[in-house]
């Protein structure tokens, strides 16, 4: 059976499917054909029903619950590693919760837009952008502040761009809890035995990943564009580590607590589907 698997091609995602997508692992009769686009990109055609296996946002789930379940495996959740909010300019926490800023965001849904609507109800002048554009957008003066993600919290500092607030500290103030940011879900319409061995090959590809820490390199350059090489390494430590190889009884509660908080604010449609293949 060959299966559509959609990721993202920053460091984290090409890190941790590499040993699929470059047949290093067996298998086990399965063959994939991956798809590399955006986060925000994937939560969209998640939406679509495109995908049989993909990366998406926590916060998007939300919204293709009842066509997907969540894998144990390939999650990005961890502590300190959540969304910045930066500016041009010192600005203090307090100017945004007036309300007047205009803010570019990776996404609508994004985790890290959720977490910004979290920390910030006030702040709803919300733009979306790619990602890699947000840091530019702020230093030719189109935003007030800009939400980012991925590699760029180590790359702001260096262009003259300040730190706002850390929204995953917020997050892990708020509910003692890591911050759940990207998740691999499979389509729930495949054969149970499918979405189990998928979940088994995810878990073996990340495991591979960590114990052949240069096997994967070739592969992440090639989608890392012009990013140095010490910063790749950064953003891979920071997003892939014990949860993505399994969320273990920790990562569940804390995937767990963002749902049930989302659904007590009414920020996410009711599901009563479950969120995570049988374990």
């Not at 091609?9 to 890190?15: A, L, M, Q, S, T």
């Not at 499917?17 to 955006?38: K, Q, W, Y």
């Not at 809890?177 to 990340?206: H, K």
């Amino acid at each position: 059976m060959n299966l559509s698997i959609g990721f993202s091609p920053c460091p984290n995602d090409c890190f941790m499917f590499d040993a699929i997508v470059n047949r290093r692992i067996d298998l086990e009769g399965l063959s994939f054909t991956p798809h590399l686009a955006d986060v925000e990109a994937l939560n969209r055609e998640t939406f679509a029903g495109t995908a049989d296996i993909t990366k998406l946002s926590y916060h998007a789930y939300a919204y293709c619950r009842k066509d997907y379940v969540l894998l144990d495996a390939g999650s990005a959740l961890g502590r300190n590693c959540g969304p910045l909010l930066i500016s041009a300019r010192p600005i203090a926490p307090e100017e945004v919760r007036a309300g007047q800023l205009r803010i570019a965001i990776p996404g609508v849904y994004t985790t890290a837009n959720f977490l910004l609507g979290l920390a910030f109800p006030e702040a709803t002048d919300r733009t979306p952008l790619v990602f890699s554009e947000i840091e530019g957008a702020l230093l030719d003066g189109r935003f007030d502040a800009g939400l980012i993600i991925h590699e760029n919290r180590f790359t702001y500092e260096a262009k003259g761009l300040h730190k706002v607030v850390d929204l995953g500290e917020f997050w892990e103030q708020e509910t003692g809890t890591p911050i759940p940011l990207g998740a691999i879900a499979v389509r729930r319409s495949l054969p149970d035995a499918v979405q189990q061995t998928v979940n088994r090959l995810v878990r073996r590809s990340v495991e591979y990943a960590f114990a052949n820490r240069d096997a994967s390199l070739p592969y992440v350059r090639a989608h890392a564009q012009e990013m140095d090489e010490a910063v790749m390494y950064k953003h891979i430590d920071l997003y892939v580590n014990q949860f993505s190889v399994d969320l273990g009884d920790e990562g569940v509660r804390a995937v767990t607590t963002l749902f049930d908080k989302a659904a007590s604010l009414n920020l996410v449609p009711a599901s009563n589907e479950p969120l995570f293949l049988p374990r």
